[in-house]
């Protein structure tokens, strides 16, 4: 007679490992399903390129607040010194008014009347009342110039209070603005870093290309050439000698690397290349492209010569005009001073003759 067993059921381990395998399966497949698509290479590039313009942004902002402290730091230390020139001619004046103190006790120790009818000698003592008067007005006098110096010291050193305390917002400004760029710049190499090496490279190069005019050298209105420029320049005069002489010098700048805050010789962000290169023609400028951008005399497109300052999105970016659309400048991180087409930069904002 056959037997008739019941099929063995799972155990409830064995239940559970299925059914907790199984869940993590659906799980893995859900989020599979719904994690996001790995960014093409053109929109890292597009959220590259405006965290580099937030960054270039926040970077002016930091070179303003530098310079502002520099200037602060300057004006506080000079008043502080003031103070303290002025709390040792105060010591001086009080111990010229203590000498007269002591040299007016000794004369006027007694009542005049008293001394006048004690005195052998009435000449004498009338001699010394004479004298006596004159200390009283030198300690009149030195009380007026203690007490002026003492006006002339407790506002200076109210003033250099003020200094101080504007010099600590502007340090604050100066950490946050720091932290701002820096932030960005992690932000989009953290993007960047999205895509293979060969990706990255080919980007590089298609910047590079969309950059360029015509061929690998730029051909100078003088006839001479520049290495690793990118447009044909034509022959534009320049509007001043002093023009002409920022953007040779410039040029020389051609291949150096472009550094946050960096103001040369071998670094540059974009407002300190042409704080520089106005510096090599003999003209102080300002360090920012927020002060550079009042300075000189305003210009439209159409009036650009060369060595007149250009300025992109919002006053953010700063270049030199030189001939033919093309501007010289120190674009972003990761990129070296170089020739490029204004139409490629960015928004044209105003121009700026020096």
Same mark, same amino acid.
């Given at each position: 007679?056959?037997?008739?067993?019941?099929?063995?059921?799972?155990?409830?381990?064995?239940?559970?490992?299925? @059914?907790?395998?199984?869940?993590?399966?659906?799980?893995?497949?859900?989020?599979?399903?719904?994690?996001? /698509?790995?960014?093409?290479?053109?929109?890292?590039?597009?959220?590259?390129?405006?965290?580099?313009?937030?960054?270039?942004?926040?970077?002016?902002?930091?070179?303003? !607040?530098?310079?502002?402290?520099?200037?602060?730091?300057?004006?506080?230390?000079?008043?502080?010194?003031?103070?303290?020139?002025?709390?040792?001619?105060?010591?001086?004046?009080?111990?010229?008014?203590?000498?007269?103190?002591?040299?007016?006790?000794?004369?006027?120790?007694?009542? /005049?009347?008293?001394?006048?009818? =004690?005195?052998?000698?009435?000449?004498?003592?009338?001699?010394?009342?004479?004298?006596?008067?004159?200390?009283?007005?030198?300690?009149?006098?030195?009380?007026?110039?203690?007490?002026?110096?003492?006006?002339? =010291?407790?506002?200076?050193?109210?003033?250099? #209070?003020?200094?101080?305390?504007?010099?600590?917002?502007?340090?604050?400004?100066?950490?946050?603005?720091?932290?701002?760029?820096?932030?960005?710049?992690?932000?989009?190499?953290?993007?960047?870093?999205?895509? @293979?090496?060969?990706?990255?490279?080919?980007?590089?190069?298609?910047?590079?290309?969309?950059?360029?005019?015509?061929?690998?050298?730029?051909?100078?209105?003088?006839?001479? @050439?520049?290495?690793?420029?990118?447009?044909?320049?034509?022959?534009?005069?320049?509007?001043?000698?002093?023009?002409?002489?920022?953007?040779? !010098?410039?040029?020389?700048? +051609?291949?150096? /690397?472009? *550094?946050?805050?960096?103001?040369?010789?071998?670094?540059?962000?974009?407002?300190?290349? @042409?704080?520089?290169?106005?510096? #090599?023609?003999?003209?102080?400028?300002?360090?920012?492209?927020?002060?550079?951008?009042?300075?000189?005399?305003?210009?439209?497109?159409?009036?650009?010569?060369?060595?007149?300052? +250009?300025?992109?999105?919002?006053?953010?970016? *700063?270049?030199?005009?030189?001939?033919?659309?093309?501007?010289?400048?120190?674009?972003?991180?990761?990129?070296? *001073?170089?020739?490029?087409?204004?139409?490629?930069?960015?928004?044209?904002?105003?121009?700026?003759?020096?």
């Amino acid at each position: 007679m056959a037997s008739h067993r019941r099929p063995k059921q799972p155990s409830r381990t064995r239940v559970t490992v299925l @059914t907790a395998t199984a869940a993590a399966a659906v799980a893995l497949t859900s989020q599979a399903a719904h994690a996001d /698509p790995k960014p093409t290479k053109s929109e890292v590039k597009a959220k590259v390129d405006k965290l580099y313009h937030e960054a270039e942004v926040a970077t002016e902002k930091y070179n303003g !607040a530098k310079e502002q402290q520099d200037k602060l730091k300057k004006q506080a230390d000079a008043l502080q010194d003031k103070v303290a020139r002025g709390q040792d001619e105060l010591n001086t004046l009080r111990g010229e008014l203590g000498s007269l103190a002591t040299a007016q006790y000794r004369s006027g120790g007694l009542d /005049p009347s008293i001394q006048l009818l =004690l005195s052998s000698d009435p000449d004498s003592f009338l001699d010394q009342a004479s004298a006596l008067d004159q200390l009283t007005a030198k300690q009149a006098e030195s009380l007026q110039k203690i007490q002026a110096k003492q006006r002339t =010291l407790a506002q200076q050193r109210q003033e250099a #209070q003020g200094k101080l305390t504007d010099l600590a917002e502007v340090r604050e400004t100066l950490g946050k603005s720091k932290t701002k760029f820096q932030d960005k710049l992690a932000e989009a190499q953290k993007l960047l870093n999205t895509l @293979t090496a060969a990706e990255r490279a080919k980007m590089a190069a298609d910047d590079e290309r969309a950059s360029r005019a015509a061929g690998e050298r730029v051909t100078l209105g003088n006839g001479g @050439t520049g290495a690793g420029a990118q447009a044909d320049l034509g022959n534009e005069a320049p509007a001043s000698a002093l023009g002409a002489a920022a953007l040779q !010098a410039a040029s020389t700048r +051609v291949g150096k /690397p472009y *550094v946050r805050a960096a103001t040369g010789p071998d670094s540059f962000d974009c407002s300190g290349l @042409t704080q520089w290169a106005y510096a #090599q023609a003999g003209a102080q400028i300002t360090r920012t492209t927020y002060t550079q951008i009042n300075q000189g005399t305003r210009i439209a497109r159409s009036q650009l010569k060369p060595g007149d300052l +250009v300025f992109f999105s919002n006053t953010s970016h *700063v270049g030199l005009y030189a001939g033919n659309n093309t501007v010289l400048h120190a674009p972003y991180p990761g990129t070296n *001073v170089r020739y490029e087409s204004m139409n490629t930069i960015g928004s044209f904002e105003a121009a700026v003759r020096i």
